[in-house]
């Protein structure tokens, strides 16, 4: 389906709550890529189901702002990231958050990984159609991809909304962590009791809670949380463990 054929519904500019939340606002460029993104994702809803968040509004809030503030802890994008980093994105389905995360540092090297056939071809369509050079599809299970001596503890930044558990979700990415790298958990709620239990089991992957974030989103003040999560040590070559343990027997 050619871009002429898309639908035509813009996406809000909301420079004002992008220079106030992130200390950042996008390009005339980069918010024609956003606007580009979003026709693509909405066409290729019609034969996969990508995603439920079709609405400008929502898809500029749930997709584009919070994919960009989750590298952003304390509203600031993480250092060096301007410079170029090497980050995965983990379970990437539609695209989120790599996509935007390419989209605005192109000197960052993106890998987008995900087990399903369709959606890789779905986002290879969508990088070629952007002229996304610096962006890379990836398929194949996480727990197979962190066993690999070509992404094993390689990024310096591992990305994963949490459609899992979070224990999983540690256990996903900490291994494709370089030492001194970082992965980022985005969650919407959080408790303290999860807290401390998740303590003991980063500490077995190499890593430490190094923040971990709470704040609510522009347009619909929903709760979310970030965790930070910093590589110290050398994930032990035991994790991750087979496809499907991490969920079904978390740390």
């Keep these: 389906m050619g871009l002429e054929s898309l639908p035509i519904a813009n996406l809000p500019e909301m420079a004002e709550i992008w220079q106030k939340t992130l200390n950042w606002q996008p390009t005339t460029d980069q918010a024609q890529q956003f606007q580009k993104l979003y026709q693509l994702i909405i066409a290729g809803n019609r034969q996969l189901n990508l995603t439920r968040i079709t609405e400008p509004d929502e898809f500029w809030e749930k997709h584009l702002w919070d994919s960009l503030r989750g590298i952003a802890p304390k509203q600031v994008f993480i250092p060096g990231i301007e410079k170029g980093k090497r980050i995965i994105d ?7 958050p790599g996509i935007p995360i390419s989209l605005i540092f192109p000197n960052s090297q993106v890998t987008l990984l995900d087990s399903t056939g369709k ?10 159609a952007l002229t996304l050079n610096n962006a890379k599809t990836l398929l194949g299970r996480v727990e197979e991809i962190g066993q690999q001596i070509q992404h094993r503890q390689q990024y310096d930044l591992a990305v ?8 999983a979700c540690a256990e996903y990415s900490l291994p494709l962590v370089r030492k001194g790298g970082l992965a980022v958990i985005y969650r919407g709620t959080w408790t303290q009791a999860e807290n401390e239990s998740l303590e003991a ?9 190094e923040l971990i974030e709470e704040f609510s989103t522009p347009l619909s003040n ?3 949380h970030c965790l930070y999560l910093r590589k110290v040590s050398s994930t032990p070559i035991s994790f991750p463990r087979g496809v499907g343990i991490p969920n079904q027997k978390p740390i």
């Design 90 to 96: 983990i379970g990437t389905g539609a695209g989120f």
């Design 119 to 128: 959606k890789i071809t779905f986002i290879e369509t969508v990088l070629s």
């Design 160 to 167: 994963i909304r949490a459609v899992s558990n979070v224990f």
């Design 201 to 209: 089991a980063v500490e077995q992957l190499g890593g430490v809670i």
């Design 222 to 224: 929903s709760i979310r």
